[in-house]
């Protein structure tokens, strides 16, 4: 690997490529760490370390994919949630409505109107987000009233409140545009998926400090026993994210004009997890509600209801939490993949172009094939979703300790960055072989 990594080096424009990717992820990070112009951030430092683990609840998985940035409301505090939430509800919608379907039958030109809504959505978002995080802010809600002795939007700073706040969403949500800009330039001129890499960076940056806390906190011990479970789970997810069924195709001879055509085999792959992490960020969304919910209730005076969500929905380490947000990732699993694969569509290609499966008749049968294949490998795709999903959790009841609920060494986290280390290295790998190297992984 190492051999690799000196000749993609010496490979003048993938040396470029490299050198691009690596400046604007740079830029990314120092944006992350910039505050916002109202804000204190001598205040947020305090808060932080009052609190003790960062956000808490509905903040866990934003913070998370900001890389720590949103606590302390900097400029790129949103991150590239607002681009991923837009992409996702275009893709829902996609199915709903027609015109977007049509888009997305028309090639580049309606994937290039397709990216454009995406866009005008990410911003939409972002003033939403910016707004809502602001408003938290304000009212302390953001460190759930833990710090209403160190303001993090000073007020009586001699600016009217109305313009501190318009300045700060403002500036959150020209923050968002930038990184979503900033991700299609990798996309474009860097190596591997520009807004995939920026996740990717977020989660690796909060991965030291997480790390020196279990020192600080359970000592050498502990620090390397939970050393040796990550890569364990990192070695499992790598082999269940390339693990796939090919289904064999073959495509009969034709004649068109003077020339054949056809006449060759190939495969579909259907991967075991179809789905990705859109289940996982689904359930967490969904179960954030409760969260939300509690919000509109006085915390000092908790009543019965109040108290049993608290203790058994909102709570992570709570078994009726951790059961609920098992079968929702298994559920959005089976949806997510019903609506993104559609065997029939599949099987009407295959047959316009004179494919078949080996021993299926095409159109009708050949559809219900591959969904009865499709639904056999999605249920251990989606056990194997929710179990690493669920890891944090136990994680939380092991430590025992509050302040690791931003634990960034499953779930997810683990996810996000193996998918994304993996395509990344594949997009190496892929322009080495251009070359005629031996390639990334020997």
Known sequence: ????????????????????????????????????????????????????????????????????????????ALGI???ITASIILQLLTVVIPRLEQLRKEGQAGQAKITQYTRYLTLGLGILQSSAFVALARSGQLFNNQCDQFPIVPKGTGIPDWLTLTILVMTMT????????????????????????????????????????????????????????????????TFIEQAQRRIPVQYAKRMIGRRMYGGTSTYIPLKVNQAGVIPVIFASS?????????????????????????????????????????????????????????????????????????????????????????SRITLPGALYLGIIAILPNFFFIWLDNQQFQNFPFGGTAVLIMVGVGLETVKQIESQLMQRNYEGFLR
């Open 174 to 237: 020209s923050g968002t545009g930038v990184v979503m800009w900033l991700g299609e330039l990798i996309t474009d001129r860097g190596v591997g998926n520009g807004m995939s890499v920026l996740i990717f960076t977020s989660i690796a940056a909060r991965l030291p400090s997480e790390g020196w806390k279990i020192k600080t906190t359970k000592g050498w011990g502990m620090f390397f026993l939970v050393i040796a479970l990550v890569l364990l789970v990192i070695t499992a997810v």
């Open 286 to 374: 969904l179960l954030y509600l409760p969260t939300l919910i509690l919000q509109f209730f006085d915390p000092n005076n908790p009543g019965k209801t109040q108290a049993w969500i608290q203790n058994h929905i909102v709570k992570a380490s709570a078994p009726e939490h951790i059961a609920i947000y098992f079968l929702l990732i298994v559920f959005f699993t089976y949806f997510y993949v019903s609506i993104t694969f559609n065997p029939t569509e599949v099987a009407d290609n295959m047959k316009k172009y004179g494919g078949f499966v080996p021993g299926i008749r095409p159109g009708k049968p050949t559809a219900e094939y591959l969904d009865f294949i499709l």
């Open 81 to 83: 949630m607002p681009y």
């Open 1 to 76: 690997m190492l051999s690799a990594f000196l000749s993609a080096f010496r490979t003048p424009d993938l040396r470029k490529k490299l050198l691009f990717t690596v400046g604007i992820i740079a830029v990314y990070r120092l944006g992350a760490t910039l505050p916002s112009p109202g804000v204190s951030y001598g205040n947020v430092q305090k808060c932080l370390d009052t609190l003790q683990g960062g956000s808490t609840g509905v903040l866990n998985l934003l913070d998370l994919f900001s890389g720590g940035a949103l606590l302390q409301l900097s400029v790129f």
